[in-house]
């Protein structure tokens, strides 16, 4: 069975502050994947990052940036200079390799950017 | 880019009364989702579908529900006999085949039982 731990439930940052969201997974398959979803006021489900689990670079992408850490099952999750728009929930995600894997979300953690 | 298209946005029903909700995936995907999240929870897997028969169901997925793909392009979801626990937002996702390509979500449909 896959699962996804989100400990932190709220966090509330500063506007131009950095934000990390902490995501530990588990999972039985050699190959899976992971995601961050963006979830606004407005309720749809927004897909913000991918990863391969045989691809443990460290990406950045614009204000995101992610850090996968493999040994410790971790796939945490930063926004760098937050924004009031970056206020939502955020999913950690994980599905196995094959075709038609079933998507396993953690919790979610509500950040609230203050301005 | 292409999208999931879900209707209706919002439905509103009374206890008892069957609803149906309707997809549309991404034409070339053939893997298909319901994903439902009640009020402040996680989003939690109901079914998929693929080559026109369920492939997973978890134990939300009883009787009371079932999935059809009655045409080329939709892929609707049936409640009977809501019951007022199956408020929730209802997802459906799609996924291209292969083991590349992630899943696109659609924007929901928020179904309230009254």
């Known amino acids: 069975a896959q699962k996804v731990t989100q400990a932190q439930t709220e966090i509330s940052v500063v506007e131009k502050e950095d934000v990390t969201l902490d995501c530990v997974y588990e999972?039985?398959?050699?190959?899976?994947?992971l995601f961050w979803y963006k979830q606004p006021p407005s309720g749809e489900l927004v897909f913000l990052i991918r990863?391969?689990?045989?691809?443990?670079q460290n990406e950045i992408s614009g204000r995101y940036s992610w850090n996968f850490q493999k040994s410790t099952s971790s796939f945490n999750f930063t926004i760098t200079a937050s924004q009031v728009v970056d206020s939502a929930v955020y999913f950690c995600?994980?599905?196995?390799?094959?075709?038609?894997?079933?998507?396993?979300f953690g919790k979610g953690n509500q950040v609230v950017v203050i301005p | 880019e292409p999208e999931v298209t879900q209707t209706p946005s919002h439905q509103v029903t009374q206890m008892g009364q069957e609803v149906i909700l309707r997809c549309v995936p991404i034409?070339?995907?053939?893997?298909f989702y319901w994903y439902r999240q009640i009020l402040g929870q996680k989003v939690e897997f109901l079914v998929s579908f693929y080559n026109n028969e369920i492939s997973e169901k978890s134990e939300i997925f009883d009787d009371q529900f079932s999935v059809e793909r009655p045409d080329g392009s939709n892929f609707t979801l049936k409640i009977r006999s809501t019951k007022l626990e199956d408020s929730a937002m209802y997802f459906c996702?799609?996924?291209?085949?292969?083991?590349?390509?992630?899943?696109?979500f659609g924007s929901g449909t928020r179904l309230t039982v009254v």
């Open positions: 999972t039985r398959d050699t190959t899976y994947y």
């Open positions: 990863r391969n689990s045989f691809d443990e």
């Open positions: 995600a994980l599905s196995g390799s094959y075709g038609n894997n079933r998507l396993a």
């Open positions: 034409s070339n995907h053939l893997y």
């Open positions: 996702a799609s996924k291209p085949t292969g083991r590349e390509g992630g899943y696109t």
